[in-house]
């Protein structure tokens, strides 16, 4: 039997406690230097206690009675949760004996956080990688990728300009030494979110208000954490799933398609690994929302104070989150208001990363306004989280609006080789729990191969 990276499994990347404590030891020590291989042990949502990472809102912030609670992901190695999916993907085609070290180069069709986990996970894992992605994303992310070793393959435009990435990286296939680890189409970025995001949103909420989840909101991008609603709706049967996109960029509510600010989601698709079946509403978020709703959390701790936030939570949550990570708090509190939630409920979202590579977003907001006083940062907290309304929620519970969300995933993925047949069996809930259910032969597998 051939060996493959030592890396973990999918059970002990969501339970920090089953990895073996002599590996547990050196991946804990392996954080005093991101480049030790020992820290692919450390890709998961729990801190050394085996607790999920997490921030509870203050109700200062939020304007509503509900809890909203954000998982953190930029604790991950790599700084994003996406060195999950980037991580499950090629520990797979490990195990599947379609890649092999040394023979195969790793391509990374992304906007960033992904190519960013690949490069990462490549350099940890002795492979040569190419991160293929659109050339006007944030300054941060190109310096990441080319600092962990992967070459750039870029393409023209922005966040929604993600197909032609996927173009180009078809391209690239024609080589034999190159495999893909296509985010957008692979089910191991599935099956990483749902277990081991869901089953850690599932008890980032134990001891917090009624310790169940109402509803689970979050912006997809290649529509893999939001796999997570999956596993929460198992636990918690009435929670309800909301899928933000960028108002500028409607795809999944009508088809739209247009540029935006909000970098990682909406990629102008509905992609293949979406389980539509489970998400019940899209929800439109403003861009400029987003980002300016960032600048207040990063530099208004002052306005934050005056709201009455402690003074210690305002500056905790300054470098919590990025722009998309904003947009679900903004989902979030539009969900609540919604769905009528009350103080014993909880809404749970994510914050994909936190505000390291997003700096230069801010210095672009600060050209681009005329002011950015206290004034102004009192005045956009004001009307971007007090004032979040319920305008732009759309119920997709329905069939016809299913449909809507098949047709646009036909649209987009017929022309990349698949078929009907195969398109025709993912509107069973069957096939993702087949899907899911491979776990334990991976987890099996990865345990004999090490
Ligand atoms: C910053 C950011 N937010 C959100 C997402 C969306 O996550 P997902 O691809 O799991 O849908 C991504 C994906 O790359 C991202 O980079």
Known sequence: MNKIPFGPTYEEMLERDRIDPKIKGRALKAREDELDSMNLFNITWKDEENNVMKVVLPGELTGIDANIVV???????????????????LIEGCVDGTILPGEHTILGPSTGNFGIGVSYICNLMGYDSIVIMPDNMSKERYDRIKRYGAKLDLTPGTESDVILTLQ????LMKEPKNRSLAQFELLPNYRFHRYVTGNSAIEAVKGIGNGRIACFACAPGSAGTIA?????KNAFPEAKVAALEPYECST??????????????GDKM?????????????VLIHDDDSVKGLKVIHDGADILAESGIPMETALYLKDKFGVSGICNIIGSIKM????????????VTVATDGFDRYDSVIEDLDRRSLETEDF??????RDIFDKADMEDIFDFRRPE????????KEKDWLPFGYTKEYMDSMKHQDFWDNEYNKIKHYDEMILKMR
């Not at 999944?252 to 989601?265: F, K, M, S, V």
């Open 71 to 89: 998982m953190l992901g930029k604790y991950f190695p790599s700084g994003s949760h996406k060195v999950g999916p980037a991580y499950s993907t």
């Open 228 to 232: 997570a609603g999956d596993e929460i």
């Open 336 to 347: 609540a208001k919604f769905l009528r939630l009350g103080p014993g409920d909880n809404v």
């Open 252 to 265: 999944l509510t009508n088809g739209g398609r247009g540029q935006h600010r909000i970098e990682g989601i």
């Open 270 to 282: 509905c992609t293949l690994i979406h389980n539509v079946l489970n998400t019940d509403f899209v």
């Open 376 to 381: 102004v940062l009192r005045r956009w907290k």
């Open 401 to 408: 609006k299913k449909q809507h969300l098949f047709d646009q």
């Open 168 to 171: 180009r990286t078809y391209e």
